[in-house]
């Protein structure tokens, strides 16, 4: 399937009730984060990457991030490795589990990922990528998919997207950079075309889509089937379902303040209770500062950027719930709600850094 409008995306024999994904983000797409999007509409939203020898260790900290809950969609889950033993144990652990899809990373570009053979280094190992590919479609009866980068230097996702097909993958994430590129200038959409020609497989494009036109156009110039968004989702889980609707055609514009305090507050009291306080409360503030930077009022960037400093240091929930409540009831966020929506075509703008295991 391929197109512009709205519609469902098949992957082996798991229908994804939508064209706009978002992506495994270390740090980010935790199961609170997973369950936000997902009571908003997001149709698939992947765990943090999950380290596939860790994960067989039982380390806490890992398992925590392959964490399957209640209110999701789909349970889909990203592991790392550079063995396929061991890559093919974390897929059965992850089977056991719960998992619908099962992707494998072959993009991330970070130094301690690509340091251990992992990641995007194995695009400079494509027979090693291909035998883990191979390992991981024997080792479950889910679907697999890759995500991987243009290459490692220069252009050669065409050669691994193939060597993945061949071995039984069921669809393939293109991000529009080489590993070298890390996540400077702009991703090439027009270079995953050569992708999409070569192989039978659904083809997801991804980097820089962060409203409906993007996703409009990284979808044109790709010919891919679907979009997946990453750093266009930081406070804003409610962005993969909407731009979900832009690209079918139906109105939709980001919440009010109203609604958007009771997004925040539900986030953060199941990121509390996921992972108690006080460690919740400070593993949310990365949340919280982006769904205060990224509000459209209060109207002036500084006022916002000064609230978001005062709130990431309070030191309780309650405390937290006040004074967001304060910061948006004020008599500027009133004025501004009265105000023209603001469409997700034309999202609000912003530069920020990408998690280790995150893609753009």
């Given at each position: 399937?391929?197109?512009?409008?709205?519609?469902?995306?098949?992957?082996?024999?798991?229908?994804?009730?939508?064209?706009?994904?978002?992506?495994?983000?270390?740090?980010?797409?935790?199961?609170?984060?997973?369950?936000?999007?997902?009571?908003?509409?997001?149709?698939?939203?992947?765990?943090?990457?999950?380290?596939?020898?860790?994960?067989?260790?039982?380390?806490?900290?890992?398992?925590?991030?392959?964490?399957?809950?209640?209110?999701?969609?789909?349970?889909?889950?990203?592991?790392?490795?550079?063995?396929?033993?061991?890559?093919?144990?974390?897929?059965?652990?992850?089977?056991?589990?719960?998992?619908?899809?099962?992707?494998?990373?072959?993009?991330?570009?970070?130094?301690?990922?690509?340091?251990?053979?992992?990641?995007?280094?194995?695009?400079?190992?494509?027979?090693?990528?291909?035998?883990?590919?191979?390992?991981?479609?024997?080792?479950?009866?889910?679907?697999?998919?890759?995500?991987?980068?243009?290459?490692?230097?220069?252009?050669?996702?065409?050669?691994?997207?193939?060597?993945?097909?061949?071995?039984?993958?069921?669809?393939?994430?293109?991000?529009?950079?080489?590993?070298?590129?890390?996540?400077?200038?702009?991703?090439?959409?027009?270079?995953?075309?050569?992708?999409?020609?070569?192989?039978?497989?659904?083809?997801?494009?991804?980097?820089?889509?962060?409203?409906?036109?993007?996703?409009?156009?990284?979808?044109?110039?790709?010919?891919?089937?679907?979009?997946?968004?990453?750093?266009?989702?930081?406070?804003?889980?409610?962005?993969?379902?909407?731009?979900?609707?832009?690209?079918?055609?139906?109105?939709?514009?980001?919440?009010?303040?109203?609604?958007?305090?009771?997004?925040?507050?539900?986030?953060?009291?199941?990121?509390?209770?996921?992972?108690?306080?006080?460690?919740?409360?400070?593993?949310?503030?990365?949340?919280?500062?982006?769904?205060?930077?990224?509000?459209?009022?209060?109207?002036?960037?500084?006022?916002?950027?000064?609230?978001?400093?005062?709130?990431?240091?309070?030191?309780?929930?309650?405390?937290?719930?006040?004074?967001?409540?304060?910061?948006?009831?004020?008599?500027?966020?009133?004025?501004?709600?009265?105000?023209?929506?603001?469409?997700l075509g034309s999202a609000p703008s912003y530069?920020?850094?990408?998690?280790?295991?995150?893609?753009?």
């Amino acid at each position: 399937m391929s197109g512009l409008g709205g519609g469902r995306l098949r992957i082996g024999d798991v229908t994804v009730g939508g064209r706009v994904l978002t992506a495994p983000m270390t740090g980010v797409t935790d199961l609170p984060f997973r369950r936000a999007a997902s009571r908003l509409g997001a149709a698939y939203v992947s765990t943090e990457m999950v380290a596939c020898a860790d994960f067989a260790c039982g380390r806490p900290d890992v398992v925590r991030r392959a964490a399957v809950g209640d209110g999701l969609p789909l349970m889909v889950v990203q592991l790392l490795g550079a063995d396929p033993a061991t890559v093919a144990q974390g897929v059965r652990l992850a089977t056991t589990a719960g998992a619908d899809l099962i992707d494998l990373n072959m993009g991330c570009p970070s130094k301690e990922v690509v340091g251990a053979a992992c990641g995007a280094a194995l695009m400079r190992t494509p027979e090693l990528a291909e035998r883990i590919v191979a390992a991981a479609v024997e080792a479950t009866d889910r679907p697999v998919t890759v995500k991987m980068r243009l290459g490692w230097d220069t252009h050669t996702a065409c050669d691994l997207a193939l060597r993945a097909e061949r071995a039984g993958a069921a669809a393939l994430t293109v991000h529009g950079r080489t590993r070298n590129q890390f996540y400077t200038g702009r991703a090439d959409w027009s270079a995953v075309a050569a992708v999409k020609a070569a192989v039978r497989l659904p083809v997801i494009v991804n980097g820089d889509i962060l409203d409906a036109a993007d996703a409009t156009e990284a979808l044109r110039l790709s010919g891919a089937d679907a979009v997946m968004l990453g750093r266009g989702v930081y406070g804003r889980p409610w962005a993969a379902a909407g731009i979900d609707a832009a690209l079918a055609g139906a109105p939709w514009a980001e919440p009010d303040a109203e609604p958007r305090l009771g997004i925040v507050l539900d986030h953060m009291a199941d990121a509390l209770a996921f992972y108690a306080e006080p460690h919740g409360l400070r593993l949310f503030r990365k949340h919280l500062g982006w769904y205060v930077e990224r509000a459209p009022w209060p109207a002036a960037a500084e006022v916002r950027r000064t609230a978001k400093a005062r709130l990431c240091r309070l030191d309780s929930a309650s405390e937290v719930e006040r004074a967001l409540v304060a910061l948006w009831a004020s008599e500027a966020v009133t004025e501004a709600a009265k105000g023209p929506a603001l469409a997700l075509g034309s999202a609000p703008s912003y530069n920020a850094p990408v998690s280790a295991g995150g893609a753009a």
